[in-house]
């Protein structure tokens, strides 16, 4: 299933953490340097390694467009360069100066985390790189972070076993004892799951620590709930400290590496591990997913970094298990259909939809018309968002079936991106689609609704290429 195909040895000392944007992958070591590698080839980039730091460099992280690569490090601060040509392009001190052990970007580029040894968590504006807020969690190191996919809260961990939600604003939400000996990592799965039962969507997160566990949490942040963490399963494997656990892209695997000196790979639909590995001969301690490319990065003590390719045939990286039925709506029965009005929001259909006997055929062929008159669906705001489900289901069917990558596909049109520009929000667009959004005099984010900042559009060239890679990959398979 993965294969190791490249092993990197540069660093002179332990590896504390890698991470991998859609061209580049970033490690950083108690050497105290950052080395940037081209994902063609494995070389590394002309301006590597990045010095600067004075101590070791426990962490860093991409930006969501790849421009921009943040370390961080024991000598207090967190480092941002620029990933083109890397240039600093500033030293943020983390307030009281403590140590920095994590650093994560939010989804939409807004802000950069950075958490510290005393506790310190500082929220920075990505643009401005200046504090926007900062806060404390009540005991312990902070060692881990992750954002939820819609940037709207992020978690963090902490040497004394706490999770700590925080919205955007350094409220915290909610604090949970998650690892008696201490958290040591924490990642978000960028798929939501529906619960079945209420139609709610859920965060997936996984937490492992000191206590050699791997934990699931079903996470849901609502308005009128506050929030909810449901503790789901725990996941056993490695018979001392987990140091590290990552989602691959499309959530339906996950990683985890161990002072055991193993890297074990889990399939999420079934909590069953799908392979152990092995080649490390000291602790693992940082695993990574690229996002475009079935890759995993994994470092060690051992001062190496192991890149492992996964079989493209396996439904790991370019589809999602989740496309299988997708493709294949028509064939889908009327309890199929019945999960899926659930997962949707629209648990009070269920019973209608039984009674006229709608299976995945019928809900396919479905029309205004048809929900109106046969149906008796008298609302029209349930109509419209049935519709709009159903429309998006065909897309899926439609995309499923070349199973493009969401990061592909344009917010706007929802088809595969051939000009890719970055906008003010952060996120990308076809170029096209965007310039005739901003000129019907929309001053707004497609994604967030927020005003934009600015109508600049940079051509967003890392992810062009990302997509003409996968192309070229799909034209040889087919």
């Known amino acids: 299933m993965a294969t190791l195909i490249h092993t990197l040895a540069d660093h002179s000392d332990d590896i504390n953490y890698c991470a991998f944007s859609s061209s580049c992958l970033a490690t950083c070591s108690l050497d105290k340097t950052v080395r940037v590698y081209s994902l063609n080839n494995f070389t590394e980039l002309p301006y590597s390694p990045l010095k600067g730091h004075t101590y070791a460099v426990h962490c860093c992280c991409f930006s969501p467009s790849g421009h921009v690569l943040a370390s961080c490090s024991t000598d207090g601060t967190t480092a941002v360069w620029d990933a083109g040509d890397g240039r600093r392009l500033a030293v943020l001190e983390q307030p009281g100066g403590s140590p920095v052990r994590v650093c994560r970007f939010s989804p939409g580029a807004a802000y950069l985390v950075s958490g510290a040894a005393d506790g310190t968590v500082a929220l920075w504006n990505a643009r401005s790189l200046k504090l926007h807020r900062s806060g404390n969690v009540k005991d312990g190191s902070l060692v881990a972070c992750a954002f939820s996919p819609n940037g709207n809260f992020f978690v963090t961990g902490s040497s004394c076993g706490d999770l700590t939600i925080w919205d955007d604003k350094m409220r915290c939400l909610h604090n949970e004892k998650a690892h008696d000996l201490g958290v040591t990592c924490c990642d978000i799965s960028s798929q939501p799951i529906s619960d079945g039962e209420h139609g709610f969507r859920y965060f997936q997160m996984a937490s492992c620590g000191q206590d050699n566990q791997i934990k699931l949490w079903l996470l849901l942040v609502a308005d009128f709930s506050g929030v909810e963490l449901k503790h789901k399963c725990t996941l056993g494997g490695h018979s001392a400290p987990v140091l590290a656990c990552a989602f691959s892209y499309d959530g339906q695997l996950l990683v985890s590496g161990s002072v055991d000196k193993s890297v074990i790979i889990y399939e999420m639909s079934t909590g069953n591990t799908l392979q152990t590995l092995t080649q490390h001969t000291r602790y693992v301690t940082t695993c990574a997913f690229a996002p475009y490319s079935p890759l ?102 439609a995309s499923a079936s070349a199973a493009v990558p969401e990061e592909f596909l344009c917010p706007i049109t929802r088809e595969l991106m051939k000009d890719p520009v970055i906008a003010a929000d952060g996120y990308s667009y076809e170029k096209e689609a965007m310039e005739s959004w901003i000129s019907t005099n929309r001053r707004s984010s497609p994604m967030t609704n927020l005003p934009l900042p600015s109508l600049l559009l940079t051509p967003n060239r890392t992810l062009k290429m990302a997509i003409g890679r996968w192309l070229e990959t799909r034209q040889k398979h087919h």
């Open 296 to 397: 995993l990065a994994t470092g060690s003590m051992d001062k190496t970094v192991n890149i492992w390719q996964f079989d493209l045939k396996q439904p790991c990286a370019g589809t999602t298990a989740e496309d299988e039925p997708q493709a294949a709506v028509e064939a889908w029965s009327e309890d199929d259909v019945s999960a899926w009005l659930r997962a949707q929001d629209l648990p009070d259909l269920v019973g209608l939809f039984k009674t006229n006997n709608i299976d995945g055929k019928e809900l396919l062929n479905l029309t205004k018309e048809s929900l109106t008159n046969e149906l008796k669906i008298e609302s029209l705001g349930l109509r419209s968002k049935v519709l709009q489900k159903i429309e998006d289901l065909r897309m899926k069917m």
